[in-house]
């Protein structure tokens, strides 16, 4: 990955002991770059933050109103959730609304994120099902969009309308062709993209109104839906949920497998996109919060803040051992 540069640095003993490298765009809703640090035309897979990218086909098509999606529902469809009570309860009721079941999904299954409910497993002697994977909500809006569309049962497919509809949404808000794609964890394709593009589109998200055109409808629904029930995006204790929740609102933001982080910021009708290149969370949680910090969304001394940013290291006996914090000259 070409000319990343170094943004966070974990400190132990009065020592560099690691060290994160990345890039990040912020741009504005011309499609113009504001600031950039890196290289902006690194191409990379944007994985899950981009989610509702992915989701503007179930709201410009009629399927989420005519399946009277509520925005909650809306929400989930944007989330990578804990599998968490809530989150698995609203999907298990959407498939059933749909006439569906857990099986209908193409997820795939894994263990929740969320320690009550992997405790409840365990206790009960059940395995975890596709509706606790982090992306059901995802898939649960592919499945309405599906039923919309009248398509074949495996809506993951690259040629099927599903994903084809993706695709040029995709494009079209990233103002850019896709060089290739990717299958995501969830079996979903992934679509590339530069770095500038993925922020482009998350600019394209905060300038998005009521009063535009049907991609622009789309798109402010989907990003007030994730501001409003940030809980449902990713859930308690994630970066995500969190920081939305610091921000009264005014942001929404989305994390992506290895490294990837967007923000989208309808007050200064400004995008962020950035990627650590070796793919850590903490760095890109880090990052984030200090491009937030930036544009003054977000306050530096927030507790939700200052647990990624400036963090204090501590061992199991509570003892302090080290520091995360930008790197010199990055900011």
């Known amino acids: 990955m070409s000319q990343a540069i170094a943004m966070v640095e974990l400190w132990r003993g009065g020592r560099l002991e690691s060290r994160h490298l990345g890039h990040a765009v912020i741009c504005d809703d011309t499609g113009q770059i504001v600031e950039c640090w890196g290289e902006p035309q690194t191409v990379i897979f944007p994985r899950s933050s981009c989610k509702m990218i992915q989701a503007l086909p179930l709201i410009e098509s009629g399927a989420a109103d005519a399946a009277g999606l509520s925005e909650a529902q809306v929400a989930l469809s944007c989330a990578s959730h804990q599998g968490a009570a809530p989150h698995t309860g609203m999907v298990t009721h959407w498939l059933a609304d749909l006439g569906l079941s ?10 929740p994120y969320d320690r009550d409910e992997r405790d409840r497993l365990i206790r009960a002697h059940e395995a975890p099902c596709q509706i606790h994977n982090n992306c059901s909500g995802k898939h649960s809006g592919f499945l309405t969009l599906n039923r919309h569309l009248h398509g074949h049962a495996d809506y993951v497919e690259l040629d099927h309308p599903v994903q084809r509809a993706v695709k040029e949404a ?14 995501d964890g969830c079996s979903a394709p992934n679509f590339a993209t530069t770095l500038h593009g993925l922020a482009r589109a998350m600019a394209f998200f905060a300038a998005a109104s009521e009063g535009g055109n049907t991609r622009s409808r789309a798109a402010h629904r989907l990003a007030l839906a994730m501001r409003t029930y940030p809980e449902l995006v990713a859930g308690e204790g994630r970066a995500c949920t969190e920081l939305m929740r610091a921000m009264d609102g005014r942001v929404a933001i989305k994390t992506g497998a290895e490294g990837v982080f967007v923000a989208i910021v309808p007050e200064r009708r400004m995008g962020i996109a950035l990627k650590i290149a070796d793919g850590a969370s903490r760095a890109s949680e880090a990052v984030i919060a200090a491009l937030l910090v930036r544009l003054g969304v977000l306050e530096a001394e927030h507790p939700a803040t200052r647990k990624r940013l400036n963090a204090v290291q501590r061992n199991w006996r509570g003892f302090e051992t080290g520091i995360l914090r930008l790197a010199p000259g990055f900011l």
């Open 102 to 111: 857990e099986a209908d999904l193409r997820c795939g299954a894994h263990e």
């Open 170 to 183: 995709f494009e079209d808000v990233t103002g850019e062709s896709s060089p290739g794609y990717g299958i």
